[in-house]
């Protein structure tokens, strides 16, 4: 019999993929109006901004990379989940924590990225688990 990919995985995918556009919209607007509104020091502006960008790249990296893994049962994309999720959440915690100006909004989108980043983590480490032991079956 063949295995199947963990649903629930997928299905965390897919609202993940979701929430980063939303995340990456409400961030780009949060920042256009801070740069009209806020004192930003030289540079700073310019540096979180690219921040957001490289994160939203590095998200849309995790969750293919899960993805593909999840859906062709391949560790190594599994594994590549893993280690882009590392510095997704390193710039997460950069931005709910340590950036310039944090906002209510920002904050509770950061956390929650923060969080659903956490448990792709820690469900790609059970895909993993699982699909070595061979145990997930189809009937």
């Keep these: 019999m063949a295995s199947s990919p963990l649903v629930s995985l997928e299905l965390l995918f897919r609202l993940s993929k979701l929430f980063v556009v ?3 919209v409400v961030e780009i607007l949060v920042f256009v109006w801070k740069a009209e509104v806020l ?3 030289n540079g700073t502006l ?3 901004i690219v ?3 490289i994160s939203a790249i590095l998200e849309f990296l995790r969750i293919s990379f899960g993805r593909r893994g999840n859906l062709t049962q391949e560790k190594r994309f599994l594994v590549a989940s893993i280690l882009v999720s590392l510095p997704s959440a390193i ?3 950069y931005l709910f ?3 310039t100006y944090v906002l209510r909004i920002e904050f ?3 956390i929650a990225a923060f969080v659903l980043n956490g448990l792709a983590f820690l469900l790609n480490i059970a895909a ?3 699909f070595s032991q061979g145990k997930y079956k189809r009937n």
């Design 91 to 93: 710039a997460f915690l």
């Design 39 to 41: 004192p930003y020091p």
């Design 97 to 99: 924590l340590w950036q």
């Design 128 to 130: 993993i688990v699982i």
């Design 51 to 53: 921040l957001v960008i």
């Design 108 to 110: 509770g989108f950061c």
């Design 22 to 24: 939303v995340w990456f």
């Design 46 to 48: 310019a540096a979180e």
